[in-house]
């Protein structure tokens, strides 16, 4: 069910939806900075272009343009100095919700778990195992 919010731009009232998270002026004014901002890197001399000019020269903010590289309207492979941050750490990626770093790091924390999960269980297993053995008093 969509739900009435307030923009997070201008603080209106709009009926938030599943496609966009702006009222829908600001959804018009987001696109018309897109395609300025698409405009300036089809030039074949504005490709690399880092953030910070594409920012200067065409006026969107740079979480509009991690959004846009986030939801593949700017494709990385053709703009390489495009990306967004790590949901993790904040590293600009390309692709992805977690850089490789945070990954490599998951995997190892997710492997160190395994590894005292299975040397716990060893240990339960070893001391349900033992046998005492008393003397017997006649």
Same mark, same amino acid.
Request: glycine share 6%; net charge positive.
């Given at each position: 069910?969509?739900?009435?919010? #307030?923009?997070?731009?201008?603080?209106?009232?709009?009926?938030? #939806?599943?496609?966009?998270? =702006?009222?829908?002026?600001?959804?018009?004014?987001?696109?018309?900075?897109?395609? *300025?901002?698409?405009?300036?890197?089809?030039?074949?001399?504005?490709?690399?272009?880092?953030?910070?000019?594409? +920012?200067?020269?065409?006026?969107?903010?740079?979480?509009?343009?991690? /959004?846009? =590289?986030?939801?593949? $309207?700017?494709?990385?492979?053709?703009?390489?100095?495009?990306?967004?941050?790590?949901?993790?750490?904040?590293?600009? +990626?390309? *692709?992805? /919700?977690?850089?490789?770093?945070?990954?490599?790091? +998951?995997?190892?924390?997710? *492997?160190?778990?395994?590894?005292?999960?299975?040397?716990?269980?060893? $240990?339960?297993?070893?001391?349900?195992? $033992?046998?005492?053995?008393? $003397?017997?008093?006649?």
């Amino acid at each position: 069910m969509n739900e009435v919010v #307030n923009c997070p731009r201008c603080n209106e009232l709009y009926t938030k #939806n599943a496609f966009r998270d =702006v009222c829908p002026k600001c959804s018009r004014s987001e696109e018309e900075l897109y395609q *300025k901002a698409y405009s300036f890197l089809r030039k074949r001399e504005n490709r690399a272009a880092t953030m910070e000019r594409i +920012i200067e020269v065409t006026g969107a903010t740079e979480g509009m343009i991690h /959004k846009w =590289v986030r939801k593949g $309207r700017l494709q990385p492979a053709q703009f390489p100095n495009l990306g967004y941050p790590c949901d993790r750490c904040g590293t600009i +990626i390309q *692709k992805g /919700k977690l850089c490789a770093g945070c990954l490599q790091e +998951i995997d190892s924390d997710l *492997k160190l778990h395994d590894r005292e999960q299975s040397f716990s269980q060893k $240990r339960e297993q070893s001391e349900h195992q $033992r046998t005492y053995l008393g $003397r017997r008093q006649d």
